[in-house]
């Protein structure tokens, strides 16, 4: 089955999150894919709460780079699993360019996130200049190499990668199935030479950036791609449920 990750980033209050989870589970088709709900992290226990007779599963957008202490504002590893998060996003562009987030600090919630026994979903992607340089290649291969540094392969299985473009996202133009293959499986080759032909072939790659109810029938059947992570059309609903019925 494919994955459909939702990213729901700075949106919901509580009681948005309350009134989202009963539309959206009584409209849904649980079976169609793997879904989780990556939410804000003060919906989390709201999300719990109705997801835990689901299928679905409850992922956080975030993680500290530290394990615990003295950091005002900043939510670990095990927090998250003792909130009942099973996965957790690295990486978006969002917080590499926003909040400043490099290669090393990435890396380092990689392994916290996985030395509490979260599944990661590693976010990668070129910006528009690196696709216009034709730099796309190495910008995935570099940012790749720094997440994964020192990773064992078999936690590679609790790591999924998603290919997002960052001219992609949120821009209402989602790259082509040529281009995500391309990245996919430059991707792909990365993890085969890094670590093994079998992570490289067994590792879940998903794409996002701008998927929507027209492109998601076409995404999801691009043969290189275990699934899509959705940004701004998961935040209604009814949309939602019904971008995933279509799937
Ligand atoms: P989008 O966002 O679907 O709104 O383009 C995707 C993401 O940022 O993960």
């Not at 996965?87 to 990435?106: A, C, L, M, P």
Request: hydrophobic share 40%; glycine share 8%.
């Amino acid at each position: 089955m494919k994955q459909i990750i939702a990213n729901f980033k700075m949106n919901g209050t509580v009681e948005d999150t309350k009134e989202y989870m009963i539309e959206f589970l009584s409209k849904v088709d649980q079976n169609k894919a793997e879904i989780t709900l990556c939410l804000p992290y003060t919906s989390l226990a709201v999300g719990r709460y109705f997801l835990s007779d689901s299928n679905i599963k409850l992922g956080a957008q975030n993680l500290s780079d530290e394990e615990e202490g003295k950091f005002t504002g900043e939510i670990n590893g095990k927090m998250l699993v003792s909130a009942g998060v099973q996965s957790v996003i690295v990486g978006h562009s969002e917080r590499r360019t926003k909040f400043k987030e490099n290669s090393k600090i990435i890396n380092k919630k990689i392994k916290i996130a996985l030395k509490n026994r979260l599944n990661v979903i590693l976010c990668v992607g070129e910006s528009l200049t690196e696709k216009n340089t034709l730099k796309t290649l190495e910008t995935i291969k570099n940012q790749l190499e720094e997440a994964l540094k020192g990773l064992y392969e078999n936690e590679l299985e609790r790591v999924t990668i998603a290919y997002e473009p960052i001219w992609a996202i949120g821009s209402g133009k989602s790259a082509t199935i040529k281009e995500i293959e391309y990245a996919v499986k430059a991707i792909r080759k990365v993890l085969s030479d890094d670590f093994s032909p079998k992570a490289g072939k067994e590792t879940q790659v998903l794409y996002g950036g701008s998927i929507t109810n027209k492109n998601v029938q076409n995404i999801m059947r691009a043969k290189e791609i275990n699934g899509i992570l959705v940004g701004g059309a998961c935040l209604d609903a009814g949309g939602f449920a019904s971008l995933i019925n279509l799937s």
